[in-house]
């Protein structure tokens, strides 16, 4: 899933719990809290993974100098 995706994802999250919020629809509201975390996680695994391949690829790379 790319970032901009997962920033959708918390963007849509915060619309459905702010109206469920004013128009006191605890489900609704529920959801979009749901909506943000997931997005969130998926952002910080994302994150994540490309830290890991970063170290990979440097790792990588000062072991071919040698």
């Given at each position: 899933?790319?970032?901009?995706?997962?920033?959708?994802?918390?963007?849509?999250?915060?619309?459905?719990?702010?109206?469920?919020?004013?128009?006191?629809?605890?489900?609704?509201?529920n959801e979009g809290k749901e909506?943000?975390?997931?997005?969130?996680?998926?952002?910080?695994?994302?994150?994540?993974?490309?830290?890991?391949?970063?170290?990979?690829?440097?790792f990588k790379g000062n072991k071919?100098?040698?």
């Amino acid at each position: 899933m790319a970032e901009n995706e997962n920033k959708f994802e918390q963007a849509k999250g915060n619309v459905k719990e702010t109206v469920g919020n004013v128009t006191d629809n605890k489900q609704l509201e529920n959801e979009g809290k749901e909506d943000k975390a997931s997005g969130k996680a998926k952002e910080v695994v994302e994150n994540a993974k490309n830290k890991a391949n970063e170290f990979i690829d440097k790792f990588k790379g000062n072991k071919e100098d040698k």
